[in-house]
């Protein structure tokens, strides 16, 4: 397996290759100071290699942030995969994939993504155990994490707009993508009695998720000024740049998908709008926690109180951000580097 050059701070990045199942991809490392890097396999259309390449240093830099935030012993890190022009075996393609993990010893824990799914991690098993995110087995931890990301987001709503001094009761919920984690939130909103106004690439789908809940539908181009309180992006990272941000109506922004802010200025463009935003990677670790404890072998009711933490963590980061004036992202961001940086002090590392 092929370093290559490797941006500080991630510790490494690796070229995964096997023309004969037309597996290509890199796995990225942004820190073990807490554990080994934890962080789903993406499989995607990419243009080119180097979009390939920043999307898995900025989603293996998000990992870390993730899992410091939520308490795990995992660091970050990233596999993603370039969709092959023709793929004739998805099972030899995630089973060079395996290899590849397992090639790193355990430094990379990998798990389901966008694109990927439990059968593709069941492939992956049979050539590594450095991997989570299979069908669920009784009473263990396991199985799809989207419901269990699904009501970290809900808390983490609930919570955030309980700063805003509200409940979710008659508020109404813009929700960006009704995919895996889009769908589930829209359960668990519409049973808390907030209204839906959803939209997704695939039509039919927001159709039938609409006609479930008696939710408005709206176009993909139309959702982000939908007439809403709350915008909920759970489609694909970047919904909110300068030019969505100034289109947005809601008040309150909190989702599933990661890397929501196209930039790190985005987060003050929110700010400037008087828009409450709740950082992604808090909101969106129910998945990852579920994911850890099936990967530790804990037992399956250790999960839900970990996930309803969020809760909890996204409200003392909405305070914090209140108190001392700088965004929430940027609370957030503080407050995982401060964990990271207690890892690496641990390990002798500077
Ligand atoms: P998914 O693929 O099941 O759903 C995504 C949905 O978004 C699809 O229905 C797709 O058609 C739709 N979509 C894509 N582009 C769109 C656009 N421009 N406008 C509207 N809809 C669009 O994925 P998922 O598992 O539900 O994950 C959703 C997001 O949450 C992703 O960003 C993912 O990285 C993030 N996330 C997921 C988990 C998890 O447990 N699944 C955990 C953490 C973060």
């Keep these: 397996m092929a370093h290559l050059p490797t941006p500080a701070p991630h510790e490494a990045v690796h070229l995964i290759e ?13 820190s073990t100071a807490l554990g080994p890097a934890a962080g789903g396999c993406r499989l995607w ?3 080119d290699d180097a979009a390939m390449l920043a999307d898995a240093l900025r989603l293996a830099r998000g990992m870390s942030y993730k899992n410091a935030l939520a308490g795990l012993p995992f660091g970050g890190g990233k596999a993603v995969i370039r969709m092959p022009a023709t793929l004739p075996s998805r099972a030899r393609l995630f089973a060079a994939f395996g290899r590849a993990v397992a090639g790193l010893g355990g430094a990379y824990v990998t798990a389901e993504d966008v694109g990927t799914t439990t059968a593709d991690m069941a492939e992956v098993r049979a050539k590594t155990r450095f991997v989570a995110g299979l069908p669920a087995r009784p009473g263990q931890a396991g199985g799809d994490p989207s419901p269990w990301t699904a009501l970290g987001v809900f808390v983490a709503m609930e919570a955030a707009a309980r700063s805003l001094g509200t409940g979710l009761s008659g508020l109404r919920v813009a929700v960006q993508g009704v995919g895996q984690v889009g769908a589930a939130l829209c359960t668990l909103l519409h049973e808390a009695g907030a209204r839906l106004v959803v939209a997704d690439a695939d039509a039919a789908r927001a159709a039938a998720v609409a006609a479930r809940f008696g939710a408005d539908m709206v176009s993909p181009g139309a959702i982000i000024a939908a007439d809403a309180d709350i915008f909920a992006p759970c489609a694909l990272g970047g919904a909110l740049d300068r030019q969505t941000i100034a289109a947005l109506r809601a008040r309150l922004v909190c989702g599933a998908a990661n890397n929501q802010l196209a930039t790190p200025e985005d987060g003050a463009r929110l700010a400037e709008r008087g828009i409450l935003y709740a950082p992604d990677y808090v ?7 579920n994911v850890a404890a099936e990967y530790l072998g804990e037992a399956a009711d250790a999960v839900e109180a970990r996930v ?11 305070v914090r951000a209140g108190e001392c004036g700088e965004t929430p992202a940027a609370v957030a961001d503080a407050m995982a580097e401060a964990i990271m940086a207690e890892g690496r002090a641990g390990l002798g590392r500077t």
């Design 308 to 318: 309803r933490a969020i809760g909890p963590r996204m409200a003392l980061i909405l």
């Design 283 to 289: 909101a969106n670790a129910g998945g990852i926690i």
């Design 18 to 30: 096997d023309p004969e199942t037309g597996l290509h991809g890199v796995i990225a490392i942004h």
């Design 45 to 47: 259309q990419y243009d």
